[in-house]
């Protein structure tokens, strides 16, 4: 066995087949902790939390309301300085610039309707932080925003639909409601 100037160690046909075992071995080993400790000051760095609406809710016709359906089936993706808050939002631990991601899949309804989807933050004064609108009848409306959070800053979803709506989050539409939070 030869080692290169980058610490490569090579294998030639004529070395015992022993030491190449040792020596991968124990290279496996030292990757391995490599790994795991890498994975740990990434999720000590990644801030990121993902909700999924669990329960459906009916939005009253012109006026915001906050959604709040969300509950701990749907709270599977939580890494770093982010937490769920109750039945409707994530809170930020640390300040920063976070990517904001929602949607809501509204159902049919018997009379035509626009939509908004909206993420409301808490430290701005309740104000959206990002909005988009759309006709409703089974569709999903989402959002994106970028801002600066506070620490401890909760975020979450919010809509205004002109006619009373309800959610629809029956089989086949899983995860089409959500809220996501990832620090940039």
């Known amino acids: ?17 022993q030491p190449l075992h040792t020596t991968l071995n124990a290279g496996q080993t030292s990757v391995s902790q490599a790994l795991d ?9 990644t801030n990121f939390g993902k909700r999924y609406g669990v329960n459906n809710q009916t939005f009253p ?3 915001v309301t906050r959604y709040e359906g969300f509950g701990p089936a749907g709270d599977n993706d939580f890494f770093g300085h982010v937490e ?14 976070y990517r904001l991601d929602g949607s809501i899949r509204f159902a049919l309804g ?3 309707a626009t939509a908004q989807t909206r993420i409301m933050s808490s430290n701005q004064g309740g104000i959206n932080v990002g909005i988009n609108t759309r006709d409703t009848g089974n569709v999903v409306i989402p959002v994106t925003a970028t801002a ?15 006619a009373e709506r309800s959610t629809n989050l029956w089989g086949s539409f899983v995860e089409t409601t959500s809220l996501g939070v990832h620090r940039l």
């Open 1 to 17: 066995m030869q080692t290169d100037h980058n610490g490569i160690v090579f294998y030639e046909p004529s070395d015992p087949a």
């Open 37 to 45: 400790a890498l994975e740990a000051r990434v999720q000590e760095q």
């Open 61 to 63: 016709g012109n006026e």
């Open 84 to 97: 769920p808050i109750g039945n409707y939002g994530i809170r930020v631990l640390e300040e920063g610039w």
């Open 110 to 112: 018997g009379t035509a």
């Open 148 to 162: 600066f959070l506070e620490a401890n800053e909760v975020v979450w979803l919010a809509a205004w639909v002109s």
